[in-house]
């Protein structure tokens, strides 16, 4: 398999030689504004793209700042341009709707404050018309503690990405002494604040810095995001009204949601909510012409119910009528929710215009994994050594070995503890004419490809699952049983094409009219900022009359 070596721009503390977009800041160290976070761009559209920076000051007042486009990386020509007043109360933030631009378009962006100028850079609008193929870099799960972003520094290398899929858990919610941070301490990589985050402050901080990150301002400044949010932009399994990581002593709910919410759409380069619309409605669209048209949802904070927990139901898991019961009545409760009603009304008129444009693909940029994924059974492992070390971690991980012989879903914080919800988003494709989703997946820091089936064996199409950026996968803790448990969880379920726990890295998504072709890369380490990239699965995506297969390459 192709083997890349790269020292990361971590490493080096430069910018990308070879791309004359990415110049270095221009300020002077003694200068009153500095740009500290880069740049960004996203939420393209055919005529517009979000551009983003912030401003670093000393100033308590408001900030006057111009930015400027153009079609060359020397400005020679400047296509559009304006001013942008920042201050204290977006936390000196700026985000531009750069508006009347051509489609299929790369453009180069920067920012200026008096004499000093920000960083370069690039970003595209979205095509019209017959184009011959997109290609995407698909990630999620950047925990800073846990590593470098190295996986940020590779895609950012390679120009001929169209866009950057971020399916959330951008960053993480918890403070030193949670998950991470015995790992950060080591690598002097740990969360600031040292608290777990729960004002506006401790989000803004978070927020910022991870946007100081070198490797993550790489990318940011090579490529345009669609993004959405997972559960750690809040807190650890996020819902409606709740979240497992909230606790009655760290306040309301509500408050710490609204405080998240506020710093995200200040730091992130998404497009604000319409006046009146609720701002967790972080749901999209973005169609690529003739070939695709891509479907990001919101599947956390609109409408999910609580998800459960099958430490709330140990009684009724003891027998078999019991655990009956809890399938049908509890799990299968159709009162379970995850989409609400406006955002699968906007889903499916999105399917249908792109059925009705004739689109070849019709993708789905979602957070948790959507196929069937029963647990094997691993009752065995339940007095190893390592399940010890995992418990530290996990405590429920010796519940969950066992529950494992019953064959439960592994997961219920995924479409798995939705089943019903599961069946009405397949049952709403259907009616518009779409067998043939192509899902793709972030939150378990994992590789997958899986067929996607409804209750009745119906193929719907197929799953796509990134590993993570640097969260750790279960191979980090079951150690050299992991390649036995991905075997075990495999054989367990017919609808798992591909499994890998053990690797950090992202998906090279690459789609045409006729056919498309995935590559999971794979970095060789996220503990030091020197690494390797290499393809260690290519699947060929072959389209038929109704629905998606994968040939392995």
């Known amino acids: 398999m192709p083997t890349f070596t790269r020292r990361s721009a971590v490493f080096l503390g430069l910018s990308l030689a070879s791309l004359p977009a990415f110049a270095k800041i221009q300020q002077p160290s003694d200068s009153p504004v500095r740009f500290n976070h880069g740049i960004a761009s996203g939420d393209p559209t055919a005529r517009q793209v979000i551009l983003w920076t912030r401003i670093s000051t000393d100033q308590t007042g408001p900030l ?3 930015w400027e486009m153009s079609q060359s990386a020397d400005f020679a020509k400047i296509k559009r341009k304006g001013h942008f007043v920042t201050d204290a109360s977006r936390d000196f933030t700026v985000k531009i ?10 453009y180069y962006y920067r920012f200026k404050v008096g004499g000093v100028i920000s960083p370069i850079g690039h970003t595209k609008t979205l095509p019209k018309g017959h184009i ?3 290609r995407f870099a698909v990630v999620s799960c950047s925990n800073l503690p846990f590593g470098y972003f190295n996986v940020y520094d590779h895609i950012a290398a390679n120009p001929e990405f169209d866009a950057v899929i971020h399916l959330g858990d951008y960053f993480y919610e918890y403070g030193h002494q949670g998950y991470g941070g015995r790992t950060g301490a080591r690598l002097g990589r740990q969360h600031n604040p040292a608290h777990e985050t729960l004002s506006l402050a401790d989000y803004r901080t978070r927020h910022a810095q991870y946007k100081a990150d070198s490797a993550s301002q790489a990318l940011h400044a090579a490529h345009p995001l669609i993004c959405v949010w997972d559960d750690h932009e809040t807190a650890n399994d996020s819902w409606k009204a709740g979240a497992q990581n909230h606790g009655p002593d760290e306040g309301s709910w509500d408050d710490r949601r609204t405080a ?10 998404v497009r604000d909510p319409k006046r009146g619309a609720a701002r967790e409605a972080l749901f999209r669209k973005y169609s690529y012409g003739n070939l695709l048209t891509i479907a990001a949802i919101e599947t956390r904070l609109t409408a999910r119910t609580q998800p459960l927990r099958y430490s709330d139901h140990a009684q009724n898991l003891r027998t078999r009528d019991g655990i009956g019961k809890f399938v049908k009545d509890i799990l299968w409760d159709e009162q379970r929710e995850l989409l609400g009603p406006a955002q699968k009304s906007y889903i499916a008129a999105t399917l249908k215009s792109s059925k009705r444009k004739q689109q070849a693909w019709r993708l789905i940029a979602n957070q948790t994994i959507m196929a069937r994924v029963a647990s094997p059974d691993i009752s065995d492992y339940k007095d190893a050594d390592f399940v010890t070390e995992i ?3 996990f405590p429920a991980i010796r519940g969950l070995i066992a529950l494992s012989p019953l064959g439960l879903p592994r997961n219920l914080d995924a479409w798995d503890g939705y089943p019903a919800a599961r069946e009405r988003f397949y049952t709403m494709a259907q009616e518009n004419g779409v067998n043939d989703l192509l899902v793709l997946t972030g939150d378990t820091h994992e590789s997958w490809a899986n067929v996607l ?3 009745a064996g119906v193929n719907m199409g197929i799953e796509l699952g990134t590993p993570a950026v640097t969260s750790p996968g279960a191979g980090a803790y079951f150690a050299d049983e992991g390649p036995e448990l991905s075997r075990r969880l495999k054989a367990k379920n017919q ?7 053990s690797h950090k890295g992202y998906l090279d998504l690459q789609l045409t009219p006729q ?3 995935v590559d999971f890369v794979g970095v060789s380490t996220v503990l030091k900022p020197e690494y390797e990239a290499q393809i260690r699965k290519s699947f060929k995506l072959v389209k038929t009359d109704t629905t998606i297969n994968l040939q392995e390459l």
């Open 64 to 66: 006057s700042v111009r």
């Open 97 to 106: 709707d750069a508006k009347r631009l051509k489609s299929g378009t790369d």
């Open 132 to 134: 011959d193929q997109a």
């Open 260 to 269: 998240a919410l506020k710093a995200y759409y200040e730091w992130m380069p």
């Open 391 to 393: 418990a530290k971690i």
């Open 453 to 455: 089936t409804t209750k």
């Open 495 to 501: 609808d798992i094409l591909y499994h890998d726990l």
């Open 515 to 517: 056919a498309g072709r």
